[in-house]
């Protein structure tokens, strides 16, 4: 019974994976609905998160549609797609993945005494490290005209982030997904190769995302995206490749993380972690099997994601036609979850990350609709 | 390092989970009816039922009823009232001669 709820959870988790927008937080308001007890509930909700945080990537990359978790891997993977590398850039984000799965286990039970000391020093440090993320945004432009257009849009989509409350897709759908699909590589078919090479050096980099993962998974306000940001700010030189190993690594890892932080610490990070806390009872037994249960379907989502990945590729792709369907799709997911202030904050957000691709100012700049809300919560609310 | 590589190790970590999880697994709660989990003190399950009466607010002790009735023993708050339909995991005590479940969650549908 339990391997059945397994499979069902892994094939929800795919088609949750594919649809462009729908995060997990949402697919466990879907869970509320159902009557899920005991072992099975536990199983079929993180076999489906599992997979989904590495399906999650798919459309992303392929279709450069995001979701709250994957918006980051948008611009580097996209751009791979649209030079035929696509399903390179599936294959960095599911090495980081699993990556992650492998150091995490041995790891884990180190790394929840550490955060369990330092639990209260996090949020002093985080006002600090997200004020310096802002000045290194804005330094790292080359020009002062460069400079202050990066300003302008920090504190524009700061305004956006603490505007539209509890907007966080159609910001984001608008800055890194609908913004991109507008100006891409007008290319009509693009042939994706199916060849991938792997260097070793990539587990330096997924080995990084367990740290970003594990401050997810225990600080509230953090999310994956805003880790991988601010990981790739201090490590200044990161490449796309590397980078799609990074978040990869930080996507499967705070759900890895999430687990144990909800079972010693009783903090619920994300909607998996709160569907398992108000529904379902967690037992030293049933937390072991959640731990068995993350393996399985890692090694199951891996497959899946690169499996998935090489179907796509054998399909050509008509742009064109694609990215009209992505956008119309992603208006009508943002209509569904967010109605139509969702709308209003997706024509803002839009506008500004128009705005930052036509003046070629970096894109997380955008990030000040995260960065600055999250700052106040953490000088205001917090402290 | 080839994309077929990484299946491989995808493949090796899902074996090794489910080598652990067939050798290891014994369900721990599993659904049953009140009958069967007043069957003999110890015995642990997923019940659910309507709340019939409560007893006493603090500690929480109520009744409840499906195919039998039960008086149920909860540490835990919950904001329950008759007419509720809940569902509990607990394991079965006998107290002062009595069977009577001891809720380790009661969750309120």
């Known amino acids: 019974m339990i391997i059945l709820f397994l499979i069902i959870g892994s094939f929800l988790g795919v088609i949750a994976g594919l649809i462009p927008g729908l995060h997990v937080n949402n697919i466990s308001k879907i869970a509320f609905l159902f009557p899920l007890f005991g072992d099975e509930g536990i199983v079929l909700i993180l076999s489906m998160s599992i997979v989904q945080s590495f399906v999650d990537f798919v459309p992303a990359i392929f279709f450069g549609a995001?979701?709250?978790?994957?918006?980051?891997?948008?611009?580097?993977?996209?751009?791979?797609?649209?030079?035929?590398?696509?399903?390179?850039?599936?294959?960095?984000?599911?090495?980081?993945?699993?990556?992650?799965?492998?150091?995490?286990?041995?790891?884990?039970?180190?790394?929840i005494q550490f955060l369990e000391i330092n639990n209260k020093i996090f949020p002093k440090i985080i006002p600090f490290i997200l004020v310096f993320s802002i000045i290194l945004l804005i330094f790292s432009e080359k020009n002062l005209s460069k400079k202050l257009i990066a300003t302008f849009i920090i504190f524009t989509s700061a305004t956006?982030?603490?505007?539209?409350?509890?907007?966080?897709?159609?910001?984001?759908?608008?800055?890194?997904?609908?913004?991109?699909?507008?100006?891409?590589?007008?290319?009509e078919k693009i042939v994706q190769s199916t060849k991938t090479n792997l260097e070793l050096t990539y587990v330096i980099d997924g080995s990084l995302g367990l740290i970003g993962g594990a401050i997810v998974s225990i600080i509230p306000g953090i999310g994956n995206n805003l880790a991988a940001a601010i990981i790739r700010l201090f490590k200044r030189k990161i490449k796309p490749k590397n980078y799609l190993v990074l978040l990869g690594s930080i996507n499967t890892s705070n759900f890895i993380f999430s687990l144990p932080v909800l079972f010693f610490l009783n903090k619920a990070r994300n909607g998996t972690m709160i569907f398992i806390n108000e529904e379902l009872l967690l037992t030293p037994h049933s937390f072991f099997l959640g731990l068995l249960i993350i393996l399985i379907s890692a090694g199951i989502?891996?497959?899946?994601?690169?499996?998935?990945?090489?179907?796509?590729?054998?399909?050509?792709?008509?742009?064109?036609?694609?990215?009209?369907?992505?956008?119309?799709?992603?208006?009508?997911?943002?209509?569904?979850?967010?109605?139509?202030?969702?709308?209003?904050?997706?024509i803002f957000s839009t506008s500004l990350g128009l705005l930052a691709i036509k003046t070629k100012v970096k894109r997380s700049t955008c990030l000040g609709s995260i960065i600055v809300p999250v700052l106040f919560f953490y000088t205001f609310v917090l402290i | 390092m080839q994309d077929k590589d990484i299946i491989k190790i995808c493949f090796i970590i899902s074996l090794i989970g489910l080598i652990i999880f067939v050798f290891t697994y014994t369900p721990e709660f599993e659904e049953k009816t009140i009958s069967q989990i007043l069957e003999k003190e110890g015995n642990k399950g997923i019940v659910y039922g309507k709340v019939t009466f409560i007893l006493r607010k603090e500690p929480l002790i109520f009744f409840i009823e499906n195919d039998a009735t039960a008086k149920v023993f909860s540490n835990k708050q919950i904001d329950?009232?008759?007419?509720?339909?809940?569902?509990?995991?607990?394991?079965?005590?006998?107290?002062?001669?009595?069977?009577?479940?001891?809720?380790?969650?009661?969750?309120?549908?």
Do not use: R, W
């Open chain 1, 66 to 111: 995001p979701s709250t978790d994957t918006f980051e891997g948008i611009l580097p993977g996209h751009q791979m797609f649209l030079l035929g590398e696509g399903h390179q850039a599936i294959t960095l984000t599911v090495f980081g993945g699993i990556i992650a799965t492998i150091i995490s286990f041995p790891v884990l039970i180190i790394f």
């Open chain 1, 160 to 187: 956006q982030g603490l505007l539209f409350e509890n907007q966080l897709f159609p910001l984001i759908t608008g800055y890194f997904g609908i913004a991109t699909l507008i100006i891409s590589n007008k290319k």
């Open chain 1, 301 to 346: 989502g891996g497959i899946l994601t690169i499996f998935l990945s090489k179907k796509l590729c054998n399909i050509e792709f008509n742009t064109n036609k694609i990215e009209k369907i992505i956008i119309i799709l992603l208006i009508i997911l943002v209509l569904i979850f967010n109605g139509f202030i969702g709308i209003i904050a997706l």
């Open chain 2, 80 to 109: 329950i009232l008759p007419e509720d339909i809940v569902t509990i995991y607990g394991e079965t005590k006998i107290y002062n001669g009595k069977k009577e479940i001891i809720a380790l969650k009661v969750i309120k549908q």
